[in-house]
């Protein structure tokens, strides 16, 4: 038997949770063809094939099944070798981060510092987008540590909570509700929010359709710094985190009320898969836990 290498078992492992090798090359963050490679070496190593090519995709052969268990045994092992014997200085990795925006606006420049001051060596790619999206990113493999608001219910994923960030709502300075009364901003001014296809989204409009009425008229934004410039121009008033608005309250274009009730915090949680394990990702998820707990979030 030639020589096979963890590469070529990693590759194979990924091909077979996927179950498509253009799945596994986005996993993995190399190319298709890299990966057929990998798979074909790995096959004229062991003089065995290890998937039927149908037409409806890879199926293991019987030898490919027996491979899998084998297989995780090395990943393993390496995984042991990565976190006990490697120094941090010399990890050569890609660590693939989704990221909320909130997050990407707060304490994010603080984390990314700190993973680098630990692992200089990985090389780390952010992507910030609404957390539907993260969460798909996720569970296809194409993120490593999503960022969002979670926690995400599935089994193959393991949370960590992290603190809540606190709303307020807030207006353009010179706007006033009639008579003195801000409460009734909430039925006559647009309420600019986040994504439609968000949880805060979905919360906000069933409260303030108890609450004001289902003539209540919402604006969905996908940006957070958007929703802050669209309340500052006057456009409406929003619900957003207070650790986000300090700059606009010192400079005099927002001013913070109080409608007679507040949405509840943001949840937000450090999601990842648990199958493989990786030192780097957990490592990672532990320094962005200690980074958030220090940051002031209300």
Not at 67 to 80: G, I, P, R, T, W
Not at 177 to 202: C, F, M, V
Request: net charge neutral; hydrophobic share 45%.
């Amino acid at each position: 038997m030639a020589r096979i290498n963890i590469e070529q078992l990693r590759t194979f492992l990924t091909t077979v949770r996927l179950g498509s090798v253009r799945k596994a090359a986005l996993g993995l963050n190399i190319t298709q063809p890299a990966v057929t490679a990998r798979i074909k070496n790995l096959e004229q190593s062991l003089a065995a094939p290890l998937f039927d090519r149908t037409a409806s995709g890879l199926r293991l052969t019987k030898r490919g099944e027996r491979l899998v268990s084998y297989a995780e045994q090395f990943e393993h092992l390496s995984q042991l070798v990565e976190a006990n014997i490697i120094d941090p200085q010399g990890i050569d990795f890609i660590l693939r981060l989704g990221v909320s925006e909130t997050i990407a606006q707060c304490w994010l420049p603080e984390f990314v510092s700190a993973l680098h001051r630990e692992f200089p060596k990985v090389e780390i790619e952010i992507n910030v987008d609404i957390s539907t999206n993260l969460r798909d990113g996720l569970l296809n493999r194409e993120i490593d540590l999503a960022i969002l608001l979670g926690p995400i219910s599935e089994y193959s994923v393991n949370n960590i909570e992290l603190p809540g960030f606190d709303l307020a709502w807030y207006a353009a300075a010179d706007m006033r509700g009639q008579d003195g009364d801000d409460a009734i901003l909430l039925a006559s001014k647009p309420i600019i929010t986040y994504a439609r296809n968000t949880r805060p989204y979905r919360e906000l409009k069933t409260v303030l359709f108890e609450r004001v009425g289902p003539g209540v008229s919402l604006f969905p934004s996908s940006s957070l710094s958007a929703c802050f410039r669209l309340v500052e121009a006057g456009l409406g008033v929003a619900a957003l985190p207070k650790a986000l608005a300090a700059p606009y309250l010192a400079n005099g274009t927002l001013r913070q009320f109080d409608p007679g009730w507040t949405p509840g915090p943001l949840r937000f949680s450090l999601s990842y898969l648990g199958d493989p394990k990786s030192h780097v990702v957990e490592s990672a998820a532990k320094i962005a836990l200690g980074v958030a707990n220090a940051y002031p979030v209300a």
